[in-house]
């Protein structure tokens, strides 16, 4: 196995035998290790030293392991360190609250386990897409289907690009496996799409990667990424290439605005532990904020933080529902705007292809989302000077 030789490795483990047997083989993988013996010597290792990964025993003396990664999690410097928990013996019920605790992985402790874990080492480390680095990225997403996600990041993409012309902005489809945003930009993704642009991402310089791989949205003012066109296409996707493709995409625009969707991955971790702004579409109903306020919860325990969220309720299928107020005690933090139905007109402009602010540039529906924009662009650069 190679790697770049020059990542830290942090391992917790209270027993000296297994502690010196990892870091041995850890040491003769080029990594540089430091070791601890309980999580109280382990959480000042890690704050001073920064390591790229810490790996834990979660049998630990003088602190529960929970406790341990809240701690980790709780402390700017080490929000975002992936944390691989190894244990023998745990039962299915133990992992699950091992890593709704904020642990990232899971490794049963095995004669494999040694193996597994430099294996997963450079899974984890290529997933890591630097913050503060490149165009702010707005992810959006939703915890059920049809609460608007698509077209509200469309339409907020476009209102951005008209409220900052003087910035440049991709649209980034990452729903699999039939992404949308093509479709609602009058554009085909049949040649141009997520799963193409991963295939051709080699050493091509960054001008002619965005000429060959992307579209230009002529009536949107962004350019697109679009999605996987069908379940064929997104079989061929190169999953692992996700965090470099975003890089570049960093590098070359100012905003990048990714609808993830519904469903959370490792590669929609890795958009969202690097996003300026995280932006949970939401309609009115219980399930959906019961939901949502999972999804939410386990993303603060991964480490990205409260102040992050933009929360949107959108009321795409009609009055009725819950009010603003009721949705904010569901999901345990303040909505930032309500959308509101718009009728058959919000339909009428998806199914022209056209955005709202130009078909409906009146509309009330068309002003909160202007206003929306305006937030989730300060947000972000606010967020990013930190
Ligand atoms: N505020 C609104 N008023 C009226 N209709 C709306 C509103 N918001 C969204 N819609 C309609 O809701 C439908 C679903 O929108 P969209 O495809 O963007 O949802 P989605 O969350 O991306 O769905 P999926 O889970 O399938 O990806 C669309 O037909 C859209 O026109
Ligand atoms: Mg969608």
């Known amino acids: 196995m190679t790697n770049t030789g020059t990542h830290t490795i942090l391992i917790i483990d209270a027993d000296p035998s297994s502690r010196s047997y990892l870091a041995t083989a850890l040491t003769s993988s080029q990594y540089d290790v430091l070791v601890a013996a309980s999580g109280r010597e382990g959480l000042v290792l890690a704050w ?15 602190m529960g392991s929970s406790e341990l990664v809240a701690k980790l999690r709780h402390d700017r410097r080490t929000q975002a360190v992936p944390c ?13 609250s091992l890593l709704e605790a904020g642990f990232t992985e899971f490794l049963d402790k095995s004669s494999q386990t040694v193996d597994r874990l430099l294996a997963l080492i450079p899974r984890i480390l290529s997933n890591q897409v630097q913050r503060n680095a490149g165009g702010i990225v707005i992810a959006f997403l939703s915890a059920k289907g049809g609460t608007g996600t698509s077209s509200l990041c469309a339409n907020l993409a476009n209102i951005t690009a008209a409220q900052s012309p003087n910035n440049s902005l991709v649209v980034v489809d990452l729903v699999l496996p039939i992404g949308s945003i093509a479709d609602l930009a009058g554009q085909s993704a049949r040649e141009t799409n997520l799963a193409a642009a991963t295939t051709r991402l080699s050493n091509t310089p960054n001008a002619s990667f965005i000429q060959d791989n992307l579209l230009k949205a002529p009536r949107w003012n962004f350019w697109l990424l679009p999605g996987t066109p069908d379940p064929q296409t997104a079989n061929t996707l190169e999953v692992a290439r996700i965090p470099e493709l975003l890089a570049v995409l960093r590098d070359s625009f100012d905003f990048v605005f990714v609808d993830l969707g519904r469903s959370l991955s490792h590669f929609s971790m890795a958009v969202l532990t690097c996003a300026e702004v995280v932006v949970p579409i939401l309609s009115a109903d219980a399930i959906t904020a019961s939901h949502t306020r999972t999804v939410l919860d386990f993303l603060t325990k991964q480490g990205v933080e409260g102040q992050r ?29 309500t959308i509101p139905y718009m009728g058959g007109n919000f ?22 989302l202007q206003q929306a924009a305006r937030n989730i662009v300060d947000l972000g650069r606010q967020l990013r000077e930190k």
């Not at 691989?84 to 699950?96: D, R």
């Not at 949107?312 to 705007?337: C, D, F, M, W, Y």
């Open 309 to 337: 969220f933009h929360p949107i309720l959108n009321r795409a299928v009609g009055l009725e529902g819950l009010t603003r107020s009721q949705v904010e005690e569901k999901i345990g933090r303040p909505i930032q705007h």
């Open 48 to 62: 001073q030293n920064l390591p790229a990964i810490i790996v834990v025993d979660p049998i630990l003396p003088d």
């Open 84 to 96: 691989i928990a190894i244990a023998s013996g745990i039962h299915q019920e133990a992992v699950n």
């Open 347 to 368: 339909t009428v402009a998806n199914n022209q292809c056209e955005p709202l602010a130009g078909k409906f540039p009146t509309d009330a529906a068309t002003l909160a």
